[in-house]
């Protein structure tokens, strides 16, 4: 089964602090995702990656970064914490356009992020 | 831009009762439209995805189809049981779209009672 881990789990940040979210997969799956959830808002999309050293921006960059330093690792920067970005974050991974069949998305438990 | 509308936020049922959860949706092009859900603790997993209007997706006893007329898209189970109790969230990829660029709805949580 394919495997999409985030870490960590919970954090809590004071506003104007750094804070890196961090995901691994072990998919060998080429895409990956940050989304943050939202309650009556869903999942929106933040950055995106094609591969190794691509970032894509989504549906609501701003006040974010991404890095993706390898295919397995993909992270989501928040150089100056503000407590609007205090929201549960997904990470997932995914293959390339090809066959529909293939569109499935996998993602992580989330990480739970409380800014002061 | 494109959007994806859950009006029913919370639905309660007994177990063997019929679900049927909507959504609305808009966009210029042709989208493919799927139904994620996620139970408590755990984040979103694909239940059924759906790429032709008029066409059904069906998994795990859920059902879905979508109808570009009416631009809806609706998931229906005949009989729930109470480890259906999740959220269902509605998507939509746009045909320019990249993989994985989805728009989703807000959710429907819904609660099944034994």
């Known amino acids: 089964e394919a495997a999409v881990t985030q870490s960590p789990r919970n954090k809590v940040a004071v506003t104007g602090g750094k804070v890196t979210l961090s995901c691994n997969q072990t998919n060998n799956h080429n895409n990956m995702y940050w989304y943050r959830q939202d309650t009556g808002h869903g999942l929106r999309l933040i950055h995106y990656?094609?591969?190794?050293?691509?970032?894509e921006k989504g549906d609501i960059p701003d006040g974010y970064k991404a890095s993706r330093p390898s295919q397995e690792n993909f992270s989501l920067i928040l150089e100056l914490a503000t407590p609007s970005q205090t929201s549960v974050y997904f990470c997932a991974s995914g293959r390339d356009r090809g066959p529909v069949s293939n569109e499935r998305l996998f993602f992580g438990h989330g990480t739970k992020l409380s800014v002061l | 831009g494109d959007s994806v509308i859950q009006m029913q936020g919370q639905v309660t049922l007994s177990e063997n009762d019929f679900l049927f959860i909507n959504c609305t949706y808009s966009?210029?092009?042709?989208?493919?439209l799927f139904w994620y859900v996620q139970y408590s603790g755990e984040g979103p997993q694909l239940l059924l995805q759906v790429t032709t209007a008029n066409n059904k997706g069906s998994s795990r006893g859920f059902e879905a189809t979508y109808d570009k007329g009416t631009t809806s898209f609706h998931l229906q189970k005949t009989s729930v049981q109470e480890i259906d109790s999740a959220v269902y969230y509605c998507a939509m990829r746009d045909a320019p779209q990249v993989v994985g660029q989805l728009t989703f709805g807000s959710g429907t949580r819904l609660q099944v009672y034994a």
């Open positions: 990656s094609y591969g190794a050293g691509s970032t």
């Open positions: 966009t210029t092009g042709y989208p493919t």
